[in-house]
């Protein structure tokens, strides 16, 4: 199979466009201030796409979570191609940064963001060739190491600390295959109380049921992208499913969004704001699993909605 690029990306962007000029995010005062520094630099510059996602875990909605890509060459002498010495990347990730931005064909920067803090996060992309990765002894797909992200805080411009995540590819799985995987992810321990554990573990699995068993229907499996993402310095281990090409609309999971939302003490009036809001957009992946921090957390991605 001919390995294309444009239809295996991190995120598949459906749209190409600049950023908007409104409605990026609902942060104030510093956490604003930091977003912004961000929005500035890609002004003018045409990108492949903006994605946005909304983060669920335990008694948590984090909305102001922004993604916005475009190919290594495109961004070359632009504002954005020196973005990680703008927002202040760590003087002792920038060696290990610059090894990586050299052999990535496509970057991804964003932020992540609340009332009192928020992380920068650039996510290198590297060329996969499939024909490398089919093992001839077995005919099955090797993992390949399909991005990695440098996230940082923005507010504490005197630290050092940073985290770095990888994103491993597991070409041409079946969605039996993908559902084996997720089985084997779910019974990871996590710290979460065990109260809070089983009704969240239980609402995650059932909304990434519903979800592949709407993108099945859509689109084949063996197109869509699953991803499994570690960080060796954490105790993270979570997944990540692209279904962008099944067409899946965020309103389609809003019972399971809601059930989530209970089972992880989320106030149901800040779920039902998000679900009014982005309902019609449309799904581009979801990721969950074990955080940084030990405990359970679901992402979904979609198109933004004014962006479409």
């Known amino acids: 199979m001919r390995y294309d690029a444009r239809n295996h990306t991190l995120c598949d962007f459906p749209h190409a466009h600049p950023v908007p000029a409104t409605r990026l995010h609902h942060l104030t005062g510093p956490t604003a201030q930091a977003a912004n520094r961000l929005l500035d630099l890609a002004a003018n510059i045409p990108l492949a796409g903006i994605e946005r996602s909304c983060k669920l875990s335990q008694g948590v909605m984090s909305r102001d979570r922004l ?3 475009q190919s290594s060459a495109l961004l070359a002498g632009t504002s954005l191609e020196a973005a990680h010495r703008h927002l202040g990347l760590p003087a002792s990730a920038r060696s290990a940064y610059e090894q990586d931005r050299q052999r990535a064909n496509f970057v991804y920067l964003g932020f992540d963001g609340s009332a009192d803090k928020l992380s920068y996060r650039i996510y290198l992309e590297f060329p996969v060739n499939l024909a490398q990765q089919l093992d001839p002894s077995t005919a099955q797909m090797t993992p390949a190491l399909l991005a990695r992200g440098y996230k940082w805080d923005a507010l504490e411009t005197a630290s050092e600390r940073y985290d770095v995540t990888d994103y491993w590819w597991h070409p041409r799985l079946t969605v039996d295959q993908i559902n084996l995987r997720l089985a084997a992810l779910w019974t990871q321990q996590h710290k979460a109380p065990a109260a809070l554990a089983a009704p969240a573990l239980s609402a995650t699995q059932t909304l990434v049921k519903k979800a592949i068993d709407l993108a099945r229907q859509r689109a084949n499996a063996l197109d869509w992208q699953y991803l499994e993402v570690t960080e060796p310095a954490s105790l993270r281990h979570s997944f990540d499913l692209n279904v ?57 991605y979609y198109a933004d909605p004014d962006a479409a």
Request: net charge negative; proline share 3%.
């Open 67 to 69: 993604l916005m890509g």
């Open 244 to 300: 962008y090409q099944a067409n899946v609309l965020m309103k389609e999971l809003g019972s399971e969004l809601a059930a989530l939302g209970e089972a992880l003490r989320i106030p149901k009036t800040e779920v039902d704001a998000f679900l009014a809001d982005v309902g019609e957009a449309t799904l581009g992946h979801v990721s969950g699993g074990v955080g940084r921090d030990g405990l359970p957390f679901l992402t979904v």
